[in-house]
């Protein structure tokens, strides 16, 4: 039975997409690509700021992409794509933290 997980995928891609992106972006500008602990991301950042962006969502939009798949197949209730969309909140405030420090 397949289930309608758009509010876990947009809710996904917010989180993880969109404001970590943009929250990793003011972090960097704010201490410097050089602190960013993904190395994948620091190399990103070094290469400029609209690289690691498009890298970011893509990669986090192919994921999403393949959510409804994957989350069916295990029969995941809903819950845990809206706790993956919250980690990806924290990541984002702990990103705010850095930049507001």
Request: proline fraction near 4%; glycine fraction near 8%; include cysteine.
């Amino acid at each position: 039975m397949s289930r309608n997980r758009s509010g876990e995928v947009a809710a996904i891609f917010t989180s993880h997409g969109v404001l970590d992106a943009a929250t990793t972006i003011l972090a960097a500008r704010a201490v410097g690509p050089s602190a960013e602990a993904n190395p994948i991301i620091r190399e990103l950042l070094a290469m400029g700021e609209l690289s690691a962006t498009v890298a970011m969502l893509s990669v986090v939009g192919l994921c999403c992409g393949a959510w409804p798949v994957a989350a069916d197949a295990l029969e995941a209730p809903e819950w845990v794509g809206l706790s993956i969309a919250a980690i990806g909140a924290m990541v984002a405030a702990v990103n705010l933290v850095v930049v507001f420090a």
